[in-house]
């Protein structure tokens, strides 16, 4: 058996590969090795969650963003963005629409934006939960302190979405400005998890400046932090940034890693993300058949979706909630899979 294919079989039965192992793997898989590791992560998937997908609505609900990360378009220095915020009633609104096309979990996802405080976030986490009891609540609205965490927890949010984005300093600097550091992202997620809630990490594949052994460590930190979900998708640039004439990440390489990190943490929560669907027009459904077990298609009010673009191109802004809704089933029914109405929690094994 090729050295490839024994390091598969390593990470198969949950053996941790060393940096040097993982680096032989990434340089040296050929697409028979890559077939065969799609095919290994898809079986871990289904032995755990059987033929289901998990759905997450995701709320936009706000594109105004203090910082200024070199690869995202909606960070403050891009002047061309229209800035939105959605009242508590419209959130409450997309929560309505979504909780009835079978949605219970609801994302919130927002740049940085100052002008919510922590008493505003409160009260539209226990507005939610007092209206859907039954859903859970997943907070996207990066760094905040060890204090507003816990208050937000201890209000009902479950789960917390904080892409680490990558794991060494010195590309960490090199796609954020220096006000903002690893250490601090880190420490973010360690609270986190510290407090309880399901934490999702993840990095962005292809993104500029980063390297096979950039991605190894990405790959040891998730294993030392071992959150219960992962999104990672490719690097796509927007043209109003900094990175707008870097190339996108691969279809290929996302792939992998979602495999890889499906054998790593065999019960993670791993999305077929957006941006996998743009760069590929079945990419989700690729996602799902490397392993992948969660879509988080959009709720956002179709008025604001196309000013929420972190990256050019992206899919479904047109589409209504239910539009997305139907072409999901749709999609995941054609490649075997169900998409199923439940709060789709972490389970540990
Ligand atoms: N391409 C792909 N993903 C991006 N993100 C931000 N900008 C881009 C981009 N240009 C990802 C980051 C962030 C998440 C919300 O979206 O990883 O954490
Ligand atoms: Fe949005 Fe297909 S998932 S239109």
Request: hydrophobic share 35%; aromatic share 8%; charged share 25%.
């Amino acid at each position: 058996m090729t050295v490839t294919r024994e390091l598969i079989n390593k990470l198969k039965v949950q053996e941790v590969l060393t940096k040097d192992e993982f680096i032989y793997l990434l340089e040296r898989m050929t697409k028979e090795d890559s077939e065969v590791l799609h095919e290994e992560a898809k079986k871990t998937a289904q032995r755990i969650f059987n033929n289901k997908i998990y759905t997450r609505g995701l709320i936009e609900f706000t594109n105004y963003c203090k910082n200024d990360c070199y690869y995202c378009g909606i960070r403050k220095s891009n002047l061309c963005v229209e800035r939105y915020r959605l009242t508590e009633e419209e959130i409450l609104d997309c929560c309505r629409v979504g909780y009835h096309l079978g949605f219970r979990t609801f994302v919130l996802q927002g740049g940085e934006d100052g002008r919510y405080s922590d008493e505003d976030i409160l009260r539209i986490i226990k507005s939610i939960k007092l209206l859907y009891p039954d859903c859970a609540i997943t907070l996207s609205i990066g760094e905040k302190s060890h204090e507003s965490y816990l208050c937000f927890y201890e209000a009902g949010a479950d789960r917390y979405l904080l892409r680490h984005e990558t794991a060494n300093v010195s590309h960490y600097g090199k796609l954020h400005p220096e006000n903002l550091s690893l250490a601090n992202r880190k420490q973010c997620l360690w609270d986190l998890k510290k407090i309880g809630y399901q934490v999702g990490a993840g990095f962005m594949v292809g993104s500029p400046y980063q390297t096979k052994e950039n991605i190894v460590e990405d790959l040891l930190f998730l294993k030392d932090l071992s959150p219960q979900m992962v999104g990672i998708g490719p690097f796509i640039p927007h043209h109003d940034t900094p990175f707008a004439t870097y190339q996108a990440g691969t279809l290929e390489q996302t792939l992998d890693l979602i495999s890889i990190l499906r054998l790593m943490i065999p019960n993670a929560l791993l999305p077929a993300t957006t941006a996998l669907g743009t760069i590929d027009k079945t990419g989700r459904e690729k996602g799902i058949l490397a392993g992948a077990n969660v879509v988080m298609p959009n709720l956002s009010p179709t008025g604001v979706r196309k000013k929420y673009a972190l990256y050019d191109n992206k899919i479904c802004t047109g589409d209504e909630a239910a539009e997305c809704r139907a072409c999901l089933d749709r999609r995941i029914a054609n490649i075997g899979y169900q998409l199923v109405v439940d709060r789709g929690d972490f389970k540990p094994i």
